[in-house]
């Protein structure tokens, strides 16, 4: 009895969906979802929740235009007792009572507050107060009692945009004509009596105005009327009965201005227009009412038409579905159970189904492939046995060769590391490892390569005359070919510099000599120095290096001047510039390359410039060179925190010791100073250009934006500033275009000054010019020197200066007069 029930509920299910299942088993898997998708399609694109939502729109929306109806509704009573109201004032007719008006202003005001539009409750219960307390005359009275209708009028054409009364496609006219056509009408029929029997020649032109309105209203009117033409002729009736009393009081209005007898004619029909405007304005909101509740009643039974749509559409497929899915499951539960006891062992297992569909193919082929696998199973195995042995003898002797293979690499190994170890040992000791430590100066060196090898050097050797040459050099590249080529750099620099030749010719011709062995296309940035322990004199060049540093006796850190030279082995035929400083006593000097200021923290953060000065600076005064060496790399090395080296590490430090003095030493970086100095003056512009000449064109403009009221001044100064950048570019920095030039104007009560700065080697163009022969003729005149005369002529003073750093050029140009050549 136990099984009876579930027997009897599957029987009932069955019979149930017998129909579904009956129709899926004999449909293939490709129409069985055909059907769905039709069906889903169907429902989903006619019955859908976008359409619902539209219909529940548009039914608030219709109740929101209903609601609003009877805002305007009581709004408009309230207009035609104001204008009743105004024409009492006037003594036109008897007057509503006050007490009721203002209960009416205030109960309109706390309406339109909850709908939102406290700024316009606000001007109509200010105008209303003003309008109780006006004062005895006519004019005051009716422009009091019209400034709280227009605060009426206003209000309701802001509740009709509140309640949307003006996106109604199909009565968006009548709405229009209900919010403001009417309204307006209504007020203008009366007002334009009320202006005439007040008199005067400005009441009087104001009224006539009206006429304007009134005239304008009539086509308004009619669309709006004949939005509503199905209502019957009632409306357009009512219509022409308006527009015909309008056009009667006009000519009334008209008669009226040359005899004041007929304003009573005139009171009389713009009574009856009013009253007339206002019954078809009941009237036609009465009209619209209806309409919109008929089209809300419309829109509601929609609403459940399609709920009922949507509902049946979702029985039909939720049936479809079941009897679907009770046949595909019944396939799957004998497809899943066969495939099963086959994976279980059970090869002599096959599938039976009763069904039309895919299913069946896949039964039909797990059948075959149950069959030949049986067959195969058997071949396979016997194929295996005989593989197996073969891969095992195959394995063992591809063993034995990785292992020998294994043994030779790390041979190799091993030879490449003892090789480039020897080759490491071997580079540093071609380095000078120990330094001299005289009463006087000292010095020290380390180089610490990125890898086994490196191509940073440094030397520090005896020269001719007790004096010493040091060198700080790094090569281009790290690895074996970088160390190749430093070891051939250093022996070419180290024995040019033997022969006693400056810094300057040591380094060019050993550019020279690096152009022609350098197959490998390297170059070096280099650093020679040349230095008297005597009185502390040093000469030295730079090619590409970084610029030595220098810490003098009061701790402060600074970088020597430097041209900018070309780093060696990259162009033939280079010059080099060499200078001339002093070490004091007391004074360090630092050679340093790359790896130091450009070595990473974790972060990737470098080390820097600014770092590294601070640290030059916080080193006791009294330290010895190799003090100093030790103490920079340890600092490097704990920035980094033990991450790679990036570069090479190279430092050169170069001490005076305390208790020497420096005998005829003039003091470092002591230059002249402009014999000009300004006063109150303000900077108009400060701006940077690279040494080419096309940049002189930006330049131009520039000087022109900051001249705007001076277009003389601004002409003179770009003729000055084309000529000596050009000069600059062309012979101070021999048309190198990677260097930047300054260019500083200034402005003060008298003066323009104009500055310009640039990094070139020493160089006066006002000295060096040649003075130009202007009384020969320009075909036999030599190239040169008219273009500085030319700025001579147009300034009024014109200096050049170098303060180890670079050249300074100053002009001064007074302001008194207006153009370039009365100044």
Known sequence: MASAAPSSWHQAYARFFGPTVWISGRLSFPRKYLLIGLLVLVALGTLSAPLLDQLR????????????????????????????????????????????????????????RGDGLSAGADRLEQAWRTAAGAGDTPQVRFAASTAVINANLALIRDEARVYRLNVDPELDATLDMLSDRLPVVIDTLGKQHDALAIGGTDIASYALGAQVVLTESAPALRAGIAQLSGSGGDLSG???????????????ADRSLGMPSALGELARIARANVASAQALLQRVQAEVDQRLARRSARLQRFQWVIGLLIAGALVAIGYLFAGIYISTLRSLKSLSDGTERFCAGEFDTRITLETHDELVLVARNFNTMATEFGRLLGVIKRQNETREAELESQVRLR?????????????????????????????????????????????????????????????????????????VADVSGKGVGAAFFMAVSRTVILDLALSGLPPEQVLARANDLLCERNPMELFVTACYAVFDPADGSLRYANAGHHAPLVRRAGARAEPLPCARDIALGVLPGMDYRGIDAALGVGECLLLYTDGVTEAFDRHGAAYGDPRLQAWFEATPPDAAAGELVEALVADVAAFVDGEEASDDLTCLVLCRKSGVRMEDTPPSGSHAAPPVILGAKAQLLHHRLPSRVEALAPLAEAVEAVLPDRPDLAFTANVCLEELITNTIVHGLGGAPDHEIEVFVNRSDEWLEIIVKDDAPKFDPFAEAPAPDLDVDLDDRPIGGL??????????????????????????????????SQA
């Open 57 to 112: 729109k548009d039914v608030h929306s219709t109740a929101t235009e209903r609601k609003g109806l009877d805002r305007i509704a009581a709004q408009t009573r309230l207009l035609g007792n104001l204008i009743r109201w105004r024409s009492a004032l006037l003594g036109g007719s008897a007057a509503p009572a006050l007490s009721a008006l203002d209960r009416s202003v205030s109960a309109q005001a706390i309406v339109a």
């Open 238 to 252: 009512r219509l022409d009965r308006l527009l015909a009393g309008i056009a009667r009081q006009q000519d009334a």
């Open 399 to 471: 063993t034995a060769e990785l292992a020998e293979r294994n043994r030779e690499l790390h041979r190799a190994a091993r030879r490449v590391a003892e090789e480039l170890d020897l080759a490491r040992n071997m580079q540093q000791a071609i380095l000078p490892q120990t330094f001299p430590d005289e009463p006087s100066w000292s010095v020290s060196a380390a180089m610490h390569p990125a890898r086994e090898l490196g191509g940073d050097f440094y030397d520090f050797f005896g020269l001719p005359g007790g004096r010493y040459g040091m060198l």
């Open 787 to 820: 273009g500085v005369h030319l700025v001579k002529t147009m300034m009024d003073i014109a200096h050049a200066y170098n303060d180890g750093n670079g050249n300074l050029i100053i002009l001064l140009k007074t302001l008194q007069a207006s153009t370039p």
